[in-house]
T-cell receptor
Framework: NAGVTQTPKFQVLKTGQSMTLQCAQDMNHEYMSWYRQDPGMGLRLIHYSVGAGITDQGEVPNGYNVSRSTTEDFPLRLLSAAPSQTSVYFC?????????????FGSGTRLTVV | AQTVTQSQPEMSVQEAETVTLSCTYDTSESDYYLFWYKQPPSRQMILVIRQEAYKQQNATENRFSVNFQKAAKSFSLKISDSQLGDAAMYFCAYRRTYSGGGADGLTFGKGTHLIIQP
């Protein structure tokens, strides 16, 4: 029962580099989303997906790209990393967007951009 | 846009006592969901309790209960018989009812750091 798996747990990038944060769930959840957590800011929604092939922007989408080719995977791409993207990133999933079942969160990725 | 406000950046309570964490929110919606999440030092986000706005009865989960005041847009969390394992950041979160046109996610408050004194 893996739940939501995020990799890597920690990452240091140089400004301008690109990378992909991985998120996978094995619960056949329809809904998946990405959040970032900054000190004193709570969590803010970056992008979300209501099913394979369907994605949309959240509150803070700039500088990030997503795709959802399978139900299980929802990777988050940083196209050209900036120090402002230093944060902890969480992936969360839910059985469906239609009813408010609880979200299952991954354990997070701490990203530092230098 | 909805906003969630947690006015207590930090709270401290003696072990075995009761503590209440405050949360207020602003929305023009009449139907929505409210949540409390716990984040221990491990960083894992753990759902503590949730409340449907259309239900007048306050939700309870063992030692955790809420005081939901819809007219006042208030959603406080009461922790009874506090234990050392309750020490964590607590986040209040709001989500509007899914309307079919989109599925915007949770709106979080900035969190309250709960300290348990032994």
């Amino acid at each position: 029962n893996a739940g939501v798996t995020q990799t890597p747990k920690f990452q240091v990038l140089k400004t301008g580099q690109s990378m992909t944060l991985q998120c996978a769930q094995d619960m056949n959840h329809e809904y998946m989303s990405w959040y970032r957590q900054d000190p004193g800011m709570g969590l803010r929604l970056i992008h979300y997906s209501v099913g394979a092939g369907i994605t949309d922007q959240g509150e803070v989408p700039n500088g990030y790209n997503v795709s959802r080719s399978t139900t299980e995977d929802f990777p988050l791409r940083l196209l050209s990393a900036a120090p402002s993207q230093t944060s902890v990133y969480f992936c969360a999933s839910s059985m469906t967007a239609r009813f408010n079942y609880g979200y299952t969160f991954g354990s997070g990725t701490r990203l530092t951009v230098v | 846009a909805q906003t969630v406000t947690q006015s207590q950046p930090e709270m401290s309570v003696q072990e075995a006592e009761t503590v209440t964490l405050s949360c207020t929110y602003d929305t023009s919606e009449s139907d929505y969901y409210l949540f409390w999440y716990k984040q221990p030092p491990s960083r894992q986000m753990i759902l503590v309790i949730r409340q449907e706005a259309y239900k007048q009865q306050n939700a309870t989960e063992n030692r955790f209960s809420v005081n939901f005041q819809k007219a006042a847009k208030s959603f406080s969390l009461k922790i009874s018989d506090s234990q050392l394992g309750d020490a964590a950041m607590y986040f209040c979160a709001y989500r509007r009812t899914y309307s079919g046109g989109g599925a915007d996610g949770l709106t979080f408050g900035k969190g309250t750091h709960l300290i348990i004194q032994p």
